[in-house]
């Protein structure tokens, strides 16, 4: 019996199930009886058992087919996709090898706890870390929401995404992240528990805090629902000082972080602001003046990555050189580029560069007008105006020398 068969019954059971042909019972009953006789199709044991009709299985095999060709007919890619968690908590009750080995080769399902994924050590086998539902995901990584249960605390849990984990550059890029933002020691920088392994497989995993809060993204969309609040925008000017901090501190340890934009900062509860994703950093010379009691960062040569080619961030909040690939123009000024494109949606409720395509938005920063923030909101304050500008100028040279003294002339509008 292949992976391939026990994968493509198992899709069949899954499929009759969720169209309410069978119950989970069933489902759970018929899989176990199809491990000792696998010579015989899932199906033809439903059938056998009147629990679904020769029509209903027609009816079931042609949607199957339907899953198939949006999967590129790979049978595991769209048995991993199908599978809830009431379908796999039914696999789970089968106890056949190659139903095993089927199920705990599949990505995690939303909502799923699957204690198999992580282990305290390979050689004592004690579960530490229980998945309990999908938080986020990007290009590279997904973050679940875990239990921690030796310290019985949330934390967040960062994986490989399924589909990126075969390939080793992207291994690199991920251990080069974790080891980056766990030597960031700094109040607005989410801190890092642990970095280890998963056993079977050997694919790394962090854990992080766990920020309950919102983005600033969701925080700036909320104020302008009512700008008249002017709590609401100091709290806002507080939060874009703390991310200015929190850059200019990773930039005095010779980190870039490339990336920056509202939805990578979270605000939390009680006043936390946390910036989030350093997966897109790029390591470069310490500055003269940069803190000589720090370390510097240090990556080890399994995750020293090749060298980035082609677009970098994300294009809203890019700035020049970055929309061109000059990444041997790319400094701390590109950082403060993207803070004042931050600045700016905090006055205008928008990016600057905005288009109905992303070659109309890389036109916008390469050859503009870029909007002046007034120009969108009449009423914000002439001097942030100023300062936003300042930040976003095209010529490297005009633009805020560090983010510091960017948060600095925002401190200085708000004593004054």
Request: charged share 30%; aromatic share 6%.
């Amino acid at each position: 019996m292949s992976s391939l068969d026990a994968d493509r019954n198992l899709l069949f059971g899954v499929l009759a199930l969720q169209q309410d042909l069978i119950d989970a019972g069933q489902f759970a009953d018929a899989c176990g009886a199809w491990a000792v006789q696998k010579e015989k199709p899932l199906a033809d044991l439903l059938v056998a058992r009147g629990w679904i009709s020769a029509e209903d299985r027609r009816a079931v095999e042609r949607f199957l087919d339907r899953k198939l060709k949006r999967h590129g007919g790979d049978v595991h890619a769209t048995l991993g996709a199908l599978a809830d968690v009431e379908a796999r908590d039914a696999i789970r009750r089968v106890d056949d090898p190659d139903v095993r080995k089927s199920l705990s080769s599949l990505p995690p399902a939303a909502g799923y706890v699957m204690l198999e994924t992580v282990a305290k050590a390979p050689s004592e086998g004690t579960l530490r870390y229980s998945l309990s539902r999908l938080h986020a995901e990007g290009g590279l990584g997904e973050v679940w929401v875990a239990r921690d249960n030796d310290l019985n605390r949330e934390v967040a849990l960062k994986i490989i995404k399924p589909e990126q984990s075969a390939h080793p550059e992207m291994w690199r890029r991920f251990l080069k992240e974790a080891r980056i933002t766990g030597q960031l020691e700094h109040p607005n920088i989410v801190p890092v528990y642990e970095l280890t392994r998963r056993p079977g497989d050997d694919q790394p995993f962090y854990t992080m805090r766990f920020v309950r809060g919102r983005t600033l993204h969701d925080a700036i969309r909320d104020y302008h629902k009512d700008p008249a609040d002017r709590l609401a925008f100091q709290s806002l000017l507080g939060a874009f000082i703390a991310v200015c901090r929190a850059v200019g501190y990773a930039h005095s340890r010779g980190v870039i972080h490339r990336d920056l934009k509202p939805a990578n900062v979270v605000l939390g509860g009680f006043g936390e602001v946390i910036v989030l994703d350093w997966g897109l950093a790029k390591l470069v010379d310490r500055p003269d003046d940069a803190d000589e009691s720090a370390l510097p960062l240090t990556l080890g040569d399994d995750a020293e990555t090749s060298a980035t080619r082609g677009q970098v961030g994300t294009p809203s909040y890019m700035a020049p050189e970055q929309v061109e690939a000059r990444h041997d123009l790319i400094d701390t000024r590109t950082d403060v580029y993207a803070l004042g494109a931050i600045l700016f949606e905090v006055l205008t409720n928008r990016p600057p560069a905005v288009g109905k395509s992303l070659d109309e938005v890389y036109r916008s920063i390469l050859t503009g007008p870029l909007p002046r923030a007034r120009d969108l909101n009449p009423s914000a304050p002439r001097p942030l105006e100023a300062i936003a500008t300042k930040a976003l100028a095209r010529d490297r040279s005009k633009r805020y020398a560090n983010p510091l003294d960017l948060a600095d002339d925002v401190r200085r509008w708000i004593a004054d």
